[in-house]
């Protein structure tokens, strides 16, 4: 069965993490945490990481990283980096830049934490109010090796799409995976 790619950005989020697991059961996926959120809640950071899910940089505070100077997009980069390091043990590999906003000084900047930027090939649109429905009509015309974007910002749409997406990625004999970077 040929790969998809499930991605949650900016959490964690104590409304939805634990729902999200369950969700998910033991289908892998990629969370893209911010680091202010991170710090919040290392419980949740550690819960994802024992339900065996892949944890991604996506900056401190989410800002579009190209207009920052070039110390304040360090620090964004960094401080999460060292934070979900330090909480999981394990420093990540993946960064998905806030709103896919990059540019060469960007990909500059994670490239000096060795950090391969991950972008998606759908957006579900659950950040813009989209309901279950149309979160699940999105993820369908997901390629195989595709990147589905979804976020854990409490958003309770997303956690009831989740094992509706499953199984319609199942029917088309499809997997759910993790990315790769």
Known sequence: MDPVALTFDDGPHPETTPALLAALGDAPA????QGSNAADHPDLVRAIAAAGHTIGNHSWTH????ALSPPERELEVARTQDLLTGITGTRPALFRPPYGDT???VAATIAGHGLAEILWTVDTRDWAGASTGEIVEASAVVEPGGVILMHDGGYASTVAAVPRILAALAARGLRAAAVTG
């Open 30 to 33: 990629t969370f893209f945490l």
């Open 63 to 66: 800002p579009r990283l190209p």
């Open 103 to 105: 540019d060469a000084a």
